[in-house]
């Protein structure tokens, strides 16, 4: 986005500025789309000089507080861009207080996660909420904050210190779509106050609310239907898309987007090397769309991140849209060098189908929705997982279902079904977010209660046990090798079972998603000690997948990775290959999603049809039959050949 006299213009801005060279560079590479952005958002409303001097001031600001290692640190991945696509990078999300119950108590614990393989901690929302309207975290009402009870900000600066000691990343949420309705800002526009009262989307009556409801839809339908909330301090009706107590921000005002930029650069400082901004759909609204994806919301996605460039190159933004398959790409932009936006953002697709694989025990909506899915642009990245503290969406196309054979509708009542135990029995989930009207919902639970763990249990079927643990491995073992950073969801890995405590507290009672939001007992996790438990064979099986990841350069997402199709149905099957610049190595990825042995037939690989096949993911040859390889009920392989002739490519 040129801006021909933008140079002039930025003279002008920073003129009497005591600037520190390397930010005045990093400036004026950066202001041509900071000031193209500003013009596109804001261009139509007074002022534009004005305000491009005070996001200028809080850039500068926040860059002269950078503590000096972190200005080191932005220096060594200017140099190496492409740092996070590495495979040596594995992650693990978790709620503070129920992991380990403060700041302190998780420094702790660092050591249990060095076990496991874990380098990339994302530590669920910590900033202050009111008590009784937390939504899990995400209602804040005070954004520079650290919950007391958690220890506050400077055991936070302890906790990044520990992990910068060890080489890891600390990933943190910042909730950029709304505040709290304690919030001072909302506090502040109670009483009347300017600028507060421009701060949210507020009405004196249902004519525009109504309008934007008729095409926006109901975020929770069951708990907070509607996106408006009455407010009898103002008499206005004010935008509450997710909870009543969730005041929407209103980015049409230049000063929100100036304040949310400042709150994301102090958390930068703070030591984050990643920051998730939470709900970036949802940060424009406009009369006749459905309020989500718009343009203008990929616009301030792209604004904070050439302002970040700015101040904290090393810092990656990860953007948290749970959205349709062919939207989510979107979210990265066009590339580092034409649109840039955030560098990271959720695989919710692939993890999406790996569920509705695990149910219907074949991999066919799997391979029509993978082959589908543009690659994404150079030096950006998935976050991979199975399982996150939100609900499942069943997230994929109609297209695909049918392509792949089934009513999308019946197969979509299939799914809620088979994970709350209608089906079979076997999982053992509950609805969340039903819409009465449609009967739409999604789905909660753990990951090992929606696998089977919990009735295989509960059965004492040992069987049953073994498949569970299968399964739970072999959606670590396309995660892993997919491509992108993978994260593990707290619990998991030692196979942690829905956590009924929740019903008995009122705020949390109302919502089945914190059945999967553990408080983990740690004397349970003392049992991946002992052989046989399953707490031992699903830790310990993780743990060696992690190690496997980390030694495989076919895993860098800088690599090249494509989905074969194969004329088996139960079986989903892509190729990796290493970066040009890094080691020579080629990997294919099979996974079988039935109960029973599956032939893959090794015509559909040219170059494994040849020579000894080894498995990465647990070392050792394997055995052909004939033309033929039989994958293991619930297993899969990371395939290699010992050799690649020369020239021989992963593609080939």
């Known amino acids: ?198 701060y949210y989307y507020t009405y004196p009556d249902r004519d525009v609310p109504d309008q934007l409801e008729a095409t926006m839809p109901e975020v929770f339908p069951e708990t907070a239907p509607g996106s408006f909330t009455w407010d009898e301090a103002m008499s206005r009706w004010v935008m509450t898309v997710f909870h009543r107590y969730q005041w929407d921000l209103n980015y049409t005002q230049p000063r929100v987007l100036i304040e949310m930029l400042d709150v994301l650069l102090f958390w930068a400082n703070e030591g984050a090397d990643v920051l998730r901004l939470d709900a970036v759909a949802f940060l424009w609204k406009r009369l006749g769309t459905s309020g989500q994806s718009l343009p203008e919301a990929h616009d301030i996605l792209r604004l904070l991140r050439a302002c970040s460039q700015v101040v904290a190159p090393g810092v990656q933004l990860l953007a948290e849209a749970i959205v349709a398959p062919e939207d989510i790409v979107r979210y990265f932009g066009g590339g580092p060098e034409i649109d840039p936006e955030c560098e990271i953002a959720y695989h919710a697709t692939l993890m999406a189908l790996l569920w509705d694989g695990i149910a219907t025990r074949n991999a066919k909506v799997l391979n029509q929705a993978l082959a589908r899915l543009p690659q994404t642009p150079s030096g950006t990245t998935w976050v991979t997982y199975a399982r996150c503290h939100d609900d499942i969406g069943l997230g994929f196309s109609d297209e695909d279902i049918a392509r792949a054979g089934y009513d999308p509708a019946a197969h979509r009542r299939f799914l809620l079904d088979y994970y709350t135990g209608v089906y079979d029995g076997v999982a053992r989930g509950a609805l969340f977010g039903l819409n009465p009207r449609t009967g739409d919902a999604r789905i909660s639970g753990t990951l090992a209660s929606l696998v089977g763990l919990g009735a295989a249990i509960a059965r004492g079927d040992e069987a049953a046990i073994t498949q569970a643990i299968d399964r739970v491995l072999l959606l670590h073992g396309v995660i892993f090798a997919f491509g992108g950073v993978p994260m593990l969801f707290y619990g998991d890995e030692i196979g942690a079972l829905n956590d009924l405590g929740f019903q008995a507290d009122p705020n949390e009672a109302h919502d089945s998603r914190w059945m999967h939001r553990p408080r983990i007992n740690w004397s349970r996790v003392e049992w991946r000690a002992l052989p046989g438990t399953v707490e031992r064979r699903i830790f310990s099986g993780l743990r060696r997948l992690i190690q496997a990841r980390k030694a495989t350069p076919a895993f860098d997402d800088g690599g090249a990775r494509r989905i074969i199709a194969v004329d088996n149905p139960h079986l989903l099957v892509f190729a990796r290959s290493a970066p040009a610049t890094g080691p020579q190595q080629a990997a294919w990825v099979v996974a079988n999603f039935d109960t029973e042995p599956q032939l893959l037939d090794l015509t559909a690989i040219p170059a494994l049809r040849g020579g000894p096949l080894v498995d990465l993911a647990r070392g050792g040859a394997l055995s052909r039959m004939g033309g033929r390889l039989l994958i293991p009920a619930l297993g899969f392989y990371w395939l290699t050949r010992t050799t690649l002739s020369a020239g021989q490519h992963a593609f080939d």
Not at 94 to 109: E, M, Q, T, W
Not at 132 to 147: I, L, M, N, P
Not at 156 to 176: E, F, N, P
């Open 1 to 198: 986005m040129y801006e021909p006299h933008a140079h002039t213009l930025l003279i002008k801005l920073i003129e009497g500025l005591d600037l520190d060279r390397p930010f005045l560079a990093r400036l004026a590479a950066h202001f041509h789309r900071v000031y193209g952005l500003m013009r596109q958002l804001y261009g139509r409303r007074p002022g534009l000089e004005g305000h491009l001097r005070a996001l200028i001031a809080v850039m500068h600001a926040r860059y002269q507080a950078r503590p000096a290692h972190l200005r080191a640190l932005d220096a060594a991945r200017e140099a190496d861009p492409a740092w996070l696509l590495s495979p040596q990078w594995v992650g693990m999300s978790l709620y503070v207080d129920r992991f380990a119950g403060d700041l302190d108590g998780l420094i702790s614990k660092l050591p249990y996660l060095d076990e496991l393989g874990v380098n990339l901690v994302h530590l669920m929302p910590l900033q202050v909420c009111p008590e009784g309207a937390r939504d899990g975290g995400y209602a804040v009402s005070d954004f520079k904050s650290v919950e007391p009870r958690l220890g506050g900000l400077d055991a936070l600066r302890r906790v990044a210190a520990a992990l910068r000691k060890r080489g890891s990343l600390l990933m943190l949420d910042v909730v950029i779509n709304h505040t709290s309705d304690e919030h001072a800002w909302a506090q502040a526009a109670r009483a009347g106050e300017a600028p507060y009262t421009g």
